[in-house]
């Protein structure tokens, strides 16, 4: 790509540098040069730079962009750009209550106001915990000024007495402890935070490795980026030579539009299944896409991804951690085995300049340990099945973590592999589960397929992460750590339970599980991508005649607008009204005074 520094004029000088609008220009400049920057810079036709900072004491999973802060913004000064950090709306997956799903759009929404709204040319996304990444490419996508996606990595590898301890999935294993009755609360404790003995967000392939590879496979960030650990020192580097870049991204004027094509998505979709990613990934990507104007649909992810193989060996599908991760090689050695399979578009323009086939040439397993050959993976067809039937239009299930004690149990009967059938016990919601899961008079056993409803999206709100529902203690004493649940809310990306999730259309706007009684007879094919409700048809009818959707309760003012204008997870969880602004970045709000 050719560059255009010697005649550019970039937006920021609408602001800065506009002798038609003399006494604007003054309170531009003035009170921007009360800090570090001088009139010179500010009218030397240099790009400003946004830094959107998604880290804070209360975000410490996006702590380390603090401290990340110097080595970007000295790689935007040495790429000849003007550097301003801003903050965004936090998103802390572990601290934000009802659940942070509710703010991935409160933050997009703000991050879009800003770049619209401010002398900001070109940004460097700080991504990292679960919603901070995709909420960041929403606005990015929607804005469309040239944008770089910069990871801050994950923790390193936590231990706990000689063996790996995952994020998350630590703390599913230790719930099942706590219920046979082998731990106690202090040690449960003790265990988890095990898990986190630094600096970065979460060391398993949960839902902030996946999306952070997301971005990349995307080709939204510097090949190698997303698997970083946060404390090395290839994050620093990797955090300076993104500031570097993005200046020159906005001199060849690349922008997400370029980047963000079907090819691009179809990409992620396959990179997905083959590192045993998050399943909530579809949802953020279909919001991705659709703010970026890219027709995707919920069924892709298993037209294009379920005969994926797996290929990375990372808990929860594996066994290995984010070091371990990185030094087979990350993300670009996945990407290479999958090309090498022919599975990867090589066309697909990346935020390097380059095509991804280019950032790709040479790349592969470094320990095939870890990351597994395409000839010799860690199990084939580890995609996403899509499921439809009475109960949902669509639902997820991921394969890659369906155990074989969980296989050998609920869908092996000779003659009718991939099907089980079931008795229906329903919860309203996480506060009924917990408090009637051990009630026997449920009497659940492994007969049973536990469903919980009213926490999708509107149910929620957000879209609670509670699908993967523990058996009652009972059960787990007699050695089943699993039965098949079913929700419209979604399950952690570090849970390791093959639970059916993200049904859209979630319960409370209307949708089967509404209808569905505990006790009712319901039935599972995977080889059809099915899911059904054995209910006669003149009954089920009459349930939806007669039903009456749940109060809803909005405890803040923003719960109200999010459910006024939420869509369903099939379609993204977007706000509805948000996908109609396409590139608003091409347009320039009015002068304020
Ligand atoms: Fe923030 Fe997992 S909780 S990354
Ligand atoms: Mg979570």
């Given at each position: 790509m050719s560059d255009t520094r010697a005649h550019k004029k970039f937006r920021s000088q609408e602001w800065f540098d506009n002798p038609n609008n003399p006494g604007m220009t003054a309170l531009y400049l003035e009170r921007y040069q009360n800090?570090?920057?001088s009139r010179e810079e500010l009218q030397s036709e240099r790009p400003v730079i946004g830094i959107a900072q998604t880290g804070s004491d209360i975000a410490p999973c996006n702590k380390i962009h603090v401290f990340l802060m110097d080595r970007i913004k000295a790689g935007i000064r040495d790429g000849g750009g003007i550097p301003m950090e801003f903050p965004v709306h936090p998103i802390q997956e572990t601290g934000?209550?009802?659940?942070a799903a509710l703010d991935r759009n409160l933050a997009y929404l703000s991050l879009v106001e800003v770049l619209h709204g401010y002398p900001i040319d070109g940004v460097v996304l700080t991504t990292g915990c679960d919603k901070t990444t995709p909420a960041m490419l929403m606005g990015a996508a929607t804005v469309d000024l040239p944008a770089i996606a910069l990871n801050g990595g994950p923790m390193l590898d936590g231990w706990w007495q000689g063996k790996r301890a995952g994020s998350g999935t630590i703390v599913w294993e230790s719930r099942r402890l706590l219920a046979e009755g082998k731990i106690d609360y202090d040690e449960f404790i003790s265990r988890v935070c095990a898990?986190?003995?630094?600096?970065?967000?979460?060391?398993?392939?949960g839902t902030a490795s996946t999306m952070n590879a997301m971005a990349e496979a995307l080709g939204?960030?510097?090949?190698?980026?997303?698997?970083?650990?946060?404390?090395?020192?290839e994050r620093m580097a990797m955090a300076y030579e993104t500031g570097k870049r993005i200046v020159q991204m906005v001199y060849d004027d690349l922008k997400p539009s370029d980047i963000l094509t079907r090819e691009a998505f179809e990409n992620a979709i396959v990179v997905n299944a083959a590192i045993g990613g998050?399943?909530?990934?579809p949802p953020h990507l279909q919001a991705v896409a659709r703010h970026a104007g890219v027709d995707l649909d919920v069924k892709d992810w298993e037209t294009i991804g379920f005969d994926v193989p797996l290929l990375v060996n990372m808990q929860p599908a594996g066994e290995y951690l984010g070091e371990s991760f990185f030094r087979a090689g990350g993300v670009p050695a996945v990407m290479g085995e999958l090309r090498k399979a022919?599975?990867?578009?090589?066309g697909a323009m990346t935020a390097t300049g380059k095509t991804m086939g280019e950032n790709l040439?040479?790349?592969?397993?470094?320990?095939t340990d870890v990351i597994k050959t395409y000839d010799a993976?860690?199990?084939?067809?580890?995609g996403f099945k899509v499921l439809s039937g009475n109960l949902f239009d669509s639902a997820l299930m991921k394969?890659?973590?369906?155990s074989a004690d969980f296989q050998q149990r609920f869908l092996s009967e000779p003659g009718n592999e991939g099907v089980f059938e079931a008795r229906a016990v329903v919860f309203e919601g996480p506060e009924d589960y917990h408090e009637r899961?051990?009630?026997?008079?449920?009497?659940?056993?492994?007969?049973c397929m536990l469903f919980i409803r009213n926490v999708g999206c509107v149910g929620y709100p957000g879209s609670?992460?509670?699908?993967n529902m523990q058996p009652p203690d009972a059960l787990i004493r007699q050695g089943i750590n699993h039965l098949p649940t079913v929700g419209d809310g979604r399950q952690s990306g570090t849970s390791e339970s093959p639970s059916i999730l993200?049904?859209?259309?979630?319960?409370?706007?209307?949708?089967?599980?509404?209808?569905?009684?505990?006790g009712d007879r319901v039935r599972l094919d995977l080889n059809a991508s099915r899911m059904d409700a054995l209910v006669d048809e003149a009954e089920w009818q009459a349930r939806i005649d007669g039903w009456q959707p749940p109060e809803i309760v909005n405890q803040t003012p923003w719960q109200e607008i999010y459910r006024t204008h939420v869509g369903q997870l099939a379609d993204g969880?977007?706000?509805?009204?948000?996908?109609?602004?396409?590139?608003?970045?091409?347009t320039l709000p009015r002068d304020n005074h």
């Open positions: 800090q570090e920057y934000k209550r009802p659940t898990s986190a003995p630094s600096l970065g967000h979460c060391n398993t392939m939204m960030s510097l090949t190698g980026n997303s698997a970083i650990p946060a404390p090395f020192r998050s399943t909530n990934a022919g599975r990867i578009h090589d040439s040479g790349c592969g397993s470094e320990d993976p860690m199990r084939r067809n580890a394969t890659s973590v369906i899961i051990n009630d026997p008079d449920l009497k659940i056993d492994e007969k609670a992460e509670v699908v993200n049904a859209s259309p979630e319960s409370v706007v209307g949708g089967g599980l509404a209808y569905l009684q505990t969880g977007c706000l509805e009204l948000a996908t109609a602004y396409q590139k608003v970045g091409r």
